[in-house]
């Protein structure tokens, strides 16, 4: 982010979805160390890879946890390396988390 005063459009950043505002220490923006920005793309990434692991309105297993061998169907990732699975509880359908590594593909 260019913070010269001259080139001062942040229009683009605030468009983006999911962007509610900038973190500003008064009147400038918070400076975020490329470590930071690293571990974000990383996390952001990995939840790319559980997208490709499975398709959404794919059938899964869990194969552990407190919902272990209850089938449901693969909604997507969440993006906090979770994945959300719609399985049925109490004769209704309820989306819950589940670590990617603890679902099984049904053919």
Do not use: C, K, N, Y
């Not at 080139?7 to 979805?17: F, V």
């Not at 869990?62 to 272990?68: D, E, K, N, Q, S």
């Amino acid at each position: 982010l260019d913070t010269d005063s001259q080139s001062r459009s942040w229009a683009p950043i605030h468009s983006t979805r999911g962007v509610a505002r900038l973190v500003r220490f008064g009147s400038e923006p918070a400076r975020v160390s490329e470590e930071l920005i690293a571990q974000l793309r990383e996390g952001q990434a990995r939840s790319a890879s559980v997208q490709r692991l499975f398709e959404p309105e794919q059938a899964v297993r869990i194969a552990r946890g407190p919902f272990a061998g209850v089938e449901g169907i693969f909604q997507m990732a969440d993006g906090h390396r979770r994945a959300m699975v719609l399985i049925e509880m109490l004769s209704r359908p309820v989306s819950v988390p589940v670590d990617p590594a603890a679902l099984i593909a049904l053919t």
